[in-house]
């Protein structure tokens, strides 16, 4: 009863007042063949205690328990998170589903969407954010479908160093469409080689990462140059924003459109999920912005107010001038990333970044000195590609099962770079924790 409530005479009583005489009446529009006949395979019932134990023995039994080691970033991160992040966002006020359509019953909800809009602008230096994507992949196809409409032009061109799973998801986005996905190859330093766009013309949108997938530093002062010369837009993807904390935003370099993952801003990795899609852009643009925007007004007695507003979707108006089908953000994972900012504030984000440089150089230092080589020389925030002797993978399975996971193997998206690792280092790991793997490593 503690968990099912209903006794037999409410039971009986709901049925009778939608008319069926069972529970099995209820399911009578769906037909026989695809129902289920037999009881579902369940094991006994256990008690509290014992369910308790059994779910911390499946924890136990995960390679990502808190044991582990994880040298691994390439999109997700492991950073510490204030405790007051979970105190705020259990309150009831912000763990709802509810769309804010009617302002005058959501203030607080629009406010924090508000004040998320207003922290992501200035993070990438932008002038207007919208409420949030589903993830950094969407947020990066979302901005070239964006471009296409603004440019009228067919084609983008992307770096090859962008994230492999942001290119897929624009590979799927792009591939009912008429428009075309050309790929920047990358340069012996680690980034985007930029000599192949003399030769294209007709570019609605030249798409880098930065930090890119290899975790090198792009010049975007040089690519935003370039573009702006061609009148193509300059999209900057993301997969690290707190890199920004230390790094020239993208709106200082020219971007015309920022966009990327947040998990970073105070989400924890939770085996992939759920993530934050972070979108901004220049005022000139923001009626081809996709999504959801709040914006603030003033109400019938001249009090601040805040209101959904410029609602280019297609709830809204004709579907065929929607900028996009998303009707929805990631209201949480935003209000999360908000109170994050906010509560490391500009000199702390700086000074994070800061600590994570220094951290990975310092494993970066730590492994050449062993022997092993850095084949990317550019310059690199948190994460970097290491060469590893031929035979690494029996080193690489010893140390998981010693619970040290060494990087991600890259190989499996660039068939050129064998024996080459993409390692990552944030402030969650010690320089103990860095010299013994360089240690075992050997």
Not at 175 to 185: F, G, Q, S
Request: charged share 20%; hydrophobic share 35%; aromatic share 8%.
């Amino acid at each position: 009863m503690r968990y099912f409530p209903h006794t037999p005479e409410d039971i009986t009583e709901m049925l009778n007042t939608v008319g069926v005489k069972s529970l099995e009446d209820l399911f009578g529009t769906i037909p026989v063949d695809c129902r289920r006949t037999s009881d579902l395979n369940l094991p006994q019932a256990l008690t509290e205690w014992e369910l308790n134990h059994h779910i911390d023995e499946l924890c136990g039994s995960m390679a990502v328990s808190p044991e582990y080691k994880v040298f691994m970033g390439a999109g997700s991160y492991e950073h510490y998170i204030p405790v007051s992040l979970n105190h705020l966002l259990s309150r009831s006020e912000f763990v709802t589903s509810y769309t804010p359509y009617q302002p005058e019953m959501s203030q607080g909800t629009l406010q924090a969407i508000f004040e998320y809009q207003t922290l992501t602008a200035r993070l990438l230096g932008m002038e207007v954010a919208n409420a949030s994507q589903y993830d950094g992949a969407s947020a990066l196809a979302e901005a070239a479908l964006m471009a296409v409409r603004i440019s009228r032009r067919k084609k983008v061109a992307v770096s090859r160093l962008v994230h492999p799973h942001y290119r897929r998801v624009l590979k799927t986005y792009l591939a009912p469409t008429d428009n075309e996905i050309i790929e920047l190859p990358y340069l012996p330093d680690g980034t985007t080689d930029l000599s192949s766009l003399d030769a294209l013309d007709d570019l609605a949108a030249v798409v880098v990462q930065s930090p890119n997938f290899f975790g090198c530093i792009e010049n975007l002062k040089v690519i935003g140059d370039k573009t702006r010369a061609e009148k193509t837009l300059f999209v900057v993807g993301f997969s690290e924003p707190l890199a920004y904390g230390l790094m020239k935003n993208p709106g200082s370099q020219g971007a015309d459109i920022a966009c990327g993952e947040g998990q970073s801003l105070g989400i924890p990795r939770s085996f992939g999920g759920p993530a934050l899609g972070m979108f901004a852009t220049r005022m000139p643009y923001v009626r081809n912005m996709p999504g959801r925007l709040v914006g603030q007004t003033k109400d019938v007695d001249g009090k601040r107010g805040f209101v959904l507003t410029l609602a280019t979707r297609e709830q809204h108006i004709r579907r065929e001038r929607a900028t996009s089908n998303i009707c929805t953000n990631h209201s949480l994972c935003a209000l999360a990333s908000a109170m994050y900012m906010s509560s490391l504030g500009g000199s702390g984000i700086k000074t994070l970044a800061r600590l994570n440089y220094d951290k990975s150089e310092y494993l970066k230092g730590a492994l050449r000195k062993a022997g092993f080589s850095i084949p990317f020389k550019q310059s690199t925030f948190n994460e970097f590609v290491v060469r590893f002797k031929d035979g690494f993978e029996k080193t690489y399975e010893r140390l998981t099962a010693e619970k040290i996971i060494a990087g991600l193997p890259l190989e499996c998206y660039y068939p050129e770079l064998p024996n080459h690792y993409l390692l990552c280092v944030t402030e969650t790991i010690s320089k103990q924790d860095m010299d013994e793997l360089v240690q075992k490593i050997k």
